[in-house]
């Protein structure tokens, strides 16, 4: 177990500390999905005005599906018509050195190895650079935990509502431990598009690409990605793809020059 000190909680989060998830005490993986839906309850789902909201009809979403055959590439692309299998498991899940909502280091975060060394670099460039405090919500979710959220979702808003913001099972990216929700105390700890305003939403989508990150639901992108803007939902793509992206303004399905 890790010890905790002051320089933690000051935002010096330090790397080469990942823990494979094989060595995580007994039941822990068993528990994730109840604690990530607990963490998950500090998502801001203000009520969305009839402008705010997007339209899920400007493609065929959820038409013609494509199992996907190659979930292992760092590039993988899982999106409303590419679907991962309900057994995908990442084969090299580890728990990154970094803040979670609560200030906790790694607890409950999952990522895949290299993904995670990223993100340790981006928080730790973060308060280096900028001593700006980047806080982790949900990292790798297993197929079951997506299909709990979501479910929930329709539940409390509709499907037409949920599939604005919330995935179907399988076509998740935190299914590949690739994708990581972060937020900051300026946001009040939550995922919420003012996160895109705070200095650490700021930081973030100016430097994210150094590490292998994109915004992967950038603004004013809806119509393309069939998801509201998400400025806190980052995605690995490794340093060559996401710079490019970055660059050029890019959505990870032109990258591909697929959809």
């Excluded at 995922?191 to 994109?214: C, D, S």
């Amino acid at each position: 177990m890790r010890r905790l000190t002051l320089l933690v909680l000051l935002g010096f989060v330090g790397t080469g500390c990942q823990r494979p998830i094989e060595e995580l005490e007994p039941k822990l993986l068993d528990e994730v999905d109840q604690s990530q839906m607990d963490l998950e309850q500090k998502v801001d789902n203000t009520e969305k005005t009839e402008e705010d909201s997007i339209e899920n009809n400007n493609r065929d979403f959820y038409e013609d599906i494509t199992l996907i055959t190659n979930p292992d590439s760092y590039l993988v692309l899982v999106n409303k018509n590419n679907a991962l299998s309900s057994s995908y498991v990442p084969g090299d899940l580890v728990v990154p050195n970094i803040l979670n909502i609560d200030y906790r280091v790694g607890y409950n975060i999952f990522m895949r190895m290299e993904a995670a060394g990223k993100l340790e670099q981006l928080f730790q460039a973060a308060y280096t650079e900028s001593k700006l405090t980047l806080l982790a919500l949900s990292g790798y979710r297993s197929y079951e935990h997506q299909a709990q959220v979501y479910n929930e979702y329709v539940r409390l808003h509709g499907q037409d509502e949920a599939d604005r913001f919330s995935a179907r099972p399988g076509h998740s990216e935190h299914q590949t431990g690739l994708a990581i929700d972060v937020t900051s105390e300026s946001a009040g700890r939550k995922l919420n598009p003012e996160f895109g305003n705070t200095a650490e939403g700021l930081w973030v989508k100016q430097n994210a690409h150094r590490f292998g990150y994109i915004i992967r639901y950038p603004l004013e992108r809806e119509q393309d990605t069939g998801y509201d803007y998400e400025p806190w939902h980052l995605r690995y793509v490794g340093v060559e793809a996401a710079t490019e992206i970055y660059e050029n303004n890019l959505i990870l399905e032109e990258y591909l020059g697929k959809w």
